[in-house]
């Protein structure tokens, strides 16, 4: 079964600095998707970023941007000149390509962003 | 274009009771997605519903059932509630089964 891992329970970012937070994933599988959600305490799950497995570009987003690494099977997200409104969780998710009802999110990562 | 709405909000019931939660798909999204997301971890998928049939189903027992409607809103029941089916109940709706998903902003259930 396909796992999702977030090991930075929280981080902490400098107003307008740039932070990273990780995710890596166990899959067999060779086409799948990958996104990036952000949840603040209004509660609504924000879609930030996604990225498909078969195409090697990063994703970017504005501010946001991804480096997925396939082969170590690593996907982070990068966020640039942060601001106080990114403060938030943010949840990596996995969703196979074959079986794309299914999808698989990590624990989350907590970031205050300080001013 | 109106977003995934969630009803109600907030919902309080007791052991053994049941319970229905409402989600309308956002405007041209026939796929919603039910997930349960308890405090403080990630959500974990209950079941998909594509065109009103199910269409996939996590590690849920049957007392978690649903519904999709011709409109492509969507009913999530579950009957016999225990304590630890206190969560926050996601639904996501989708242009498609592939497509990306859209979050509600989620229904909050206690049960005491």
């Known amino acids: 079964a396909q796992t999702v891992t977030q090991s930075q329970p929280e981080m902490s970012v400098q107003e307008a600095e740039t932070v990273t937070l990780s995710c890596t994933y166990d899959t067999s599988e060779s086409d799948y998707y990958l996104f990036w959600y952000k949840q603040p305490p209004s509660r609504q799950m924000i879609l930030v970023i996604r990225?498909?497995?078969?195409?090697?570009q990063n994703a970017t987003e504005n501010r946001f941007s991804v480096n997925f690494q396939k082969a170590a099977k690593s996907f982070s997200l990068k966020i640039s000149d942060s601001q106080l409104g990114d403060a938030a969780m943010y949840f990596c998710?996995?969703?196979?390509?074959?079986?794309?009802?299914?999808?698989?999110f990590g624990a989350g990562t907590r970031l205050t962003v300080k001013p | 274009e109106t977003g995934v709405t969630q009803s109600p909000t907030h919902l309080i019931k007791t052991r053994g009771q049941q319970v229905t939660l409402r989600c309308s798909s956002q405007s041209g999204h026939n796929t919603v997605s039910w997930y349960q997301q308890a405090l403080g971890q990630g959500p974990q998928f209950i079941f998909q519903?594509?065109?009103?049939?199910?269409?996939g189903r996590g590690n849920f027992p049957p007392r978690f059932s649903g519904l999709q409607f011709p409109n492509y809103s969507s009913e999530l029941n579950v009957n016999a509630l225990e304590l630890d089916d206190s969560a926050l109940y996601l639904c996501a709706s989708s242009k498609s089964r592939a497509d990306t998903q859209y979050f509600g902003p989620g229904t909050r259930l206690t049960v005491l």
């Open positions: 519903y594509y065109r009103e049939e199910e269409n």
């Open positions: 998710a996995y969703r196979s390509a074959d079986n794309n009802n299914d999808m698989r």
């Open positions: 990225q498909e497995a078969y195409k090697q």
